[in-house]
């Protein structure tokens, strides 16, 4: 089955996460994606090693379905090959900072002296044209500048969260833009510039706090894993391990009453609505603790499930590896990488189609594993090729 961007090549001058996710979608759904990396190979590949051959973690998952190429777009003779492979692309993925789009050729106004339809997409920290768009920035930053933050965590100490969802969050917007693009280019020949930031994806995600402190000056701090505008909403210790609770409306509220014994409260003026019951949640909690301390975890979900109240455990990686749900929708998707002692488990695309899906079809290639066979598919000759090995152009 052909791939809904058959047909679409993407250059990829990217690195770590933003830009490198946005391609593998575009990856995922057909397009040939073709790396770019340094001579000497990109840093993220080693980032969070889980072997050798370049085999961080982050970069298994970002890089699937992908060609690699090496090569030095400071030289001249780098700066050409690129030229020549922007001249067959239709997208051009990057996050770099302007100078050096500019010193390789890869700023819209050189891309489109080459191919005028091109579109390049990049990631940038904080978006171009304000006071900070000149600093670097990584998903920290956004989490941080976003007032997230700020709210997360136990009371004397603000925590950010463990994975970087600012940057996964990038990555989408910036692939939904390309698309948009795409869509754009079909109707009237036109290519364009896409941005995505990561301090406005970030804001994107924290928006709903924003507002609630813009309009009700509430100043809010932080509560740990209570619920923000909910209750009775908290990780509560089951006999055998953490779990999730969440209750939200009124309907859910009286079956949550019901199921913990509190029929009492369901005309409680103190829990008459979400917010209320936010306000005075350490009391539903306590409750709520109460009743699942006294079953295990297995008991409290298929009570809450009986219930339709939403609960969940807190599961490690490794019981998130072996999750039965997880296994039988074929989530992640084993995939042999060379020198790795077991195949990866790669998250496939996150979204599906029911007519033409994204797969996975390719690991991720090893660095410039791709190199001599891209540089045929431009002309270039062995002796060319060898020649180009010698200047250590690629």
Not at 6 to 25: E, K, M, T
Not at 104 to 122: Q, Y
Request: glycine share 10%; aromatic share 6%; proline share 6%.
């Amino acid at each position: 089955m052909q791939g809904v961007l058959q047909g679409i090549r993407v250059l990829d001058f990217g690195r770590f996460i933003a830009a490198p996710w946005c391609s593998a979608i575009l990856a995922d759904m057909g397009a040939d994606v073709i790396r770019i990396e340094k001579r000497e190979g990109g840093e993220d590949r080693w980032v969070q090693s889980v072997g050798p051959n370049g085999a961080g973690a982050g970069f298994l998952q970002c890089n699937r379905n992908k060609r690699s190429m090496t090569l030095d777009p400071g030289t001249p003779e780098g700066r050409d090959i690129v030229a020549k492979l922007v001249a067959t692309a239709d997208v051009v993925v990057a996050n770099m900072p302007d100078a050096v789009m500019r010193d390789w050729g890869l700023d819209h106004a050189s891309l489109e002296a080459i191919k005028s339809d091109i579109i390049l997409a990049s990631a940038t920290a904080f978006g171009r044209g304000g006071p900070y768009s000149d600093r670097v920035g990584f998903d920290g930053v956004g989490q941080v500048m976003s007032g997230a933050v700020y709210r997360t965590g136990p009371p004397d100490t603000p925590y950010r969260t463990a994975v970087p969802y600012v940057d996964y969050a990038t990555a989408l917007s910036l692939a939904l833009g390309v698309m948009m693009a795409l869509f754009h280019r079909n109707a009237t020949g036109e290519g364009q510039e896409v941005e995505a930031a990561l301090l406005p994806s970030a804001l994107m995600m924290s928006n709903a706090l924003l507002i609630d402190q813009a309009i009700l000056k509430t100043d809010r701090e932080r509560i740990g894993n209570k619920g923000m505008a909910i209750g009775p909403c908290d990780l509560y210790e089951a006999s055998d391990g953490w779990l999730l609770v969440q209750v939200t409306g009124q309907g859910m509220f009286k079956r949550w009453c019901r199921l913990v014994g509190a029929e009492e409260w369901f005309e409680d003026p103190r829990f008459a609505d979400d917010a209320l019951r936010a306000e005075h949640g350490d009391v539903l909690n306590d409750r709520m603790q109460q009743w699942c301390g006294e079953r295990t975890s297995a008991e409290v979900i298929a009570d809450c499930d009986a219930a339709r109240i939403p609960a969940s455990p807190v599961l490690s990686p490794q019981e998130v590896l072996d999750d039965e749900h997880v296994r039988a929708m074929g989530f992640l998707q084993p995939t042999d990488y060379p020198g790795l002692p077991a195949a990866a488990p790669l998250v496939g695309t996150p979204f599906n189609l029911s007519a033409t899906p994204g797969s996975i079809r390719a690991r991720p290639p090893l660095l410039g594993e791709h190199t001599d066979e891209l540089l045929a598919e431009l002309g270039y000759d062995a002796e060319k090729v060898a020649a180009l090995r010698a200047g250590n152009v690629v």
